[in-house]
T-cell receptor, first 115, second 114 residues
């Protein structure tokens, strides 16, 4: 149980375009989802916390107009990187949790390359 | 502010040797503690977790960790390392003031020599 999927697993897009990444909880209802960014050989950097039906809470320094997060249902959150640039190339990981629980269930990650 | 420190950036051990990866945290209350493993290009896999109770916790793949409150530590151990254990290891700390949210250490890269 507690499986989280991400789609796509990797994506290449051109500079200036937008790309959407999906995060789904497959066998449970996720009241909260987290979005992380990971650069090579570095740790996970929390970008935002997403609660179903409400606006995401962004960490300091993360541009909310650039990284649009939508958590429309208890099983789906999306991250849209708008007007992507090469410096947005990274590994994006989502995780999901249930109200009151302290464990996160991680997705497999999405590799974004902006050319 | 809460923080997590993994003092060892890179550790190399021989296959069959024992392993200990260090993790220290800074937090005013009892934290929720996790160890994850990440292979290149992959997501995170939970090895083990500590919420309460017995301070020595057993995890998957033969790993164990011990919570020492007096030292604010949660070190990960394995008695005999296998070549397939080569990966990146992350310690994470969750806080009861914000369920589900965790702070991650910078990670330790484990290399296993044949």
């Amino acid at each position: 149980g507690a499986v989280v999927s991400q789609h796509p697993s990797w994506v290449i897009c051109k500079s200036g375009t937008s790309v959407k990444i999906e995060c789904r909880s497959l066998d449970f209802q996720a009241t909260t989802m987290f979005w992380y960014r990971q650069f090579p050989k570095q740790s996970l950097m929390l970008m935002a916390t997403s609660n179903e039906g409400s606006k995401a809470t962004y960490e300091q320094g993360v541009e909310k107009d650039k990284f649009l997060i939508n958590h429309a249902s208890l099983t789906l959150s999306t991250l849209t990187v708008t007007s992507a640039h090469p410096e947005d190339s990274s590994f994006y990981i989502c995780s999901a949790t249930v109200t009151g629980e302290h464990e996160q269930y991680f997705g497999p990650g999405t590799r974004l390359t902006v050319t | 502010a809460q923080s997590v420190t993994q003092p060892d950036i890179h550790i190399t051990v021989s296959e069959g040797a024992s392993l200990e990866l260090r993790c220290n945290y800074s937090y005013g209350a009892t934290p929720y503690l996790f160890w994850y493993v990440q292979s290149p290009g992959q997501g995170l896999q939970l090895l083990l977790k500590y919420f309460s109770g017995d301070t020595l916790v057993q995890g998957i793949k033969g790993f164990e960790a011990e919570f020492k409150r007096s030292q604010s530590s949660f070190n990960l151990r394995k008695p005999s390392v296998h070549w397939s254990d080569a990966a990146e290891y992350f310690c994470a700390v969750g806080f009861n003031t914000n369920a589900g949210k965790s702070t991650f250490g910078d990670g330790t890269t484990l290399t296993v020599k044949p």
